[in-house]
């Protein structure tokens, strides 16, 4: 298990480690052709950052070589904003005082017609942490009301026991993203000091659960802000190559989402400007060339437009972060404030505008 390999590292020290990195380091790490975790770590250090333009032009040659000129498209769909959690930083939070809502089969249904009538073939089911209210039976039917629209089916939700993931597998998920949110494990109490989620164990344990009860594809991050970003991302690198070790004939993806203003508010403890952002990706990439690059409407329109050539494998458009926030209530509470507000097909017409192909399905299901 993942949990066993990472208390074998001490946050303090693994901190210490990045920042004590050399232009030695860096340029040692780019004259390579197969990068290790030592590496990643020079890779995402203060050190590199005059090495940015270097690493950029090596992150766009190993995607291009890997991924081709493609750009994944999906959007999420969110399906409950009940939680039983409290989180610090998200609108959906136990104790944010909001009307909750959770989309009836009906409901579901219209708005898999609205999102399948953008172009849409690969969703992403979205619902706050909710056992009782959005609990494995009601996944699994939302699941089976979405296959008639969408060729990938990917989800955000609770993380669950092998058995309850082998059941939702069978009824047709694809994909599992399941964040740590920080890899801090005394900063991740604080930010969870109620509900299931409060667990830090049993979180990062979940990615493992999914590998063996055989998904597709396993997402994975942190969201930055609650924690020192670059520490965050060696953890979550850690995880990563664990996983691609232990459970290789599962794909994986990463995201990268900066902390956004919601209804109750959360500052950064630490800011990440764009440049950062860059270098982290570009990292990533030169870390993993397998590995799928997310990039959220989280971020603005020509941050996202910019980065497109520079790792970035697939990308959200046209976003909700709201239960029926397409077409059954629009109004309702957002999770988060997006950026990019651009509709799906203004935002594919920038991507092919930069001599990309916008795939609207996951690639890899349909190679098979």
């Known amino acids: ?109 219209r708005e898999a017609e609205a999102i399948r009538a953008m172009g ?57 993203l399941v964040y740590q949110e920080t890899y801090h494990k005394d900063d991740y109490k604080k930010h969870h000091p109620k509900g299931k989620k409060s667990n830090f164990d049993y979180r990062v344990d979940t990615p493992d659960r999914l590998g063996k009860a055989g998904i597709h594809k396993i997402g994975v991050g942190v969201l930055i802000g609650l924690e020192d970003w670059r520490t965050d991302s060696f953890f979550t690198a850690l995880h990563l190559d664990y996983l691609e070790r232990t459970y290789w004939q599962t794909k994986y993806s990463i995201s990268f989402p900066r902390l956004r203003p919601f209804s109750g508010g959360l500052e950064p403890k630490v800011e990440m400007n764009d440049r950062e952002l860059v270098q982290l990706i570009c990292a990533y990439r030169l870390f993993d060339e397998e590995v799928e690059l997310s990039l959220s409407t989280r971020e603005h329109p020509i941050f996202r437009d910019n980065i497109i050539k520079l790792g970035i494998t697939s990308a959200s458009a046209g976003s909700k972060t709201n239960p029926g926030g397409y077409v059954v209530e629009p109004e309702s509470l957002e999770q988060f404030e997006i950026s990019d507000e651009r509709s799906a097909e203004e935002f594919a017409e920038m991507v092919k505008s930069q001599g990309y192909e916008v795939v609207w399905k996951d690639w890899d299901l349909a190679l098979q």
């Open 1 to 109: 298990m993942y949990q066993d390999l990472f208390y074998q590292h001490n946050w303090d020290e693994v901190k210490a480690s990045i920042y004590a990195k050399t232009a030695h380091d860096v340029e040692r790490a780019l004259g390579k052709e197969k990068r290790n975790l030592e590496d990643f770590k020079a890779l995402i250090s203060p050190a590199a950052a005059p090495y940015l333009e270097q690493m950029a032009q090596l992150s766009h040659q190993l995607t291009k070589k890997r991924f081709g000129n493609t750009i994944q498209m999906y959007t999420p769909m969110y399906l409950s904003n009940e939680c039983q959690n409290i989180c610090t930083y998200c609108g959906f939070s136990l104790d944010n005082k909001v009307r909750r809502r959770t989309l009836s089969d009906e409901e579901i249904i």
């Open 120 to 176: 849409f073939e690969h969703i992403l089911l979205v619902t706050g942490e909710a056992n009782r209210t959005v609990g494995v039976k009601y996944i699994k039917n939302a699941i089976k009301l979405m296959k008639p629209y969408f060729s990938h089916i990917s989800m955000e939700v609770q993380p669950m026991d092998q058995d309850e993931y082998e059941e939702l597998i069978e009824a047709g998920l694809n994909t599992v």
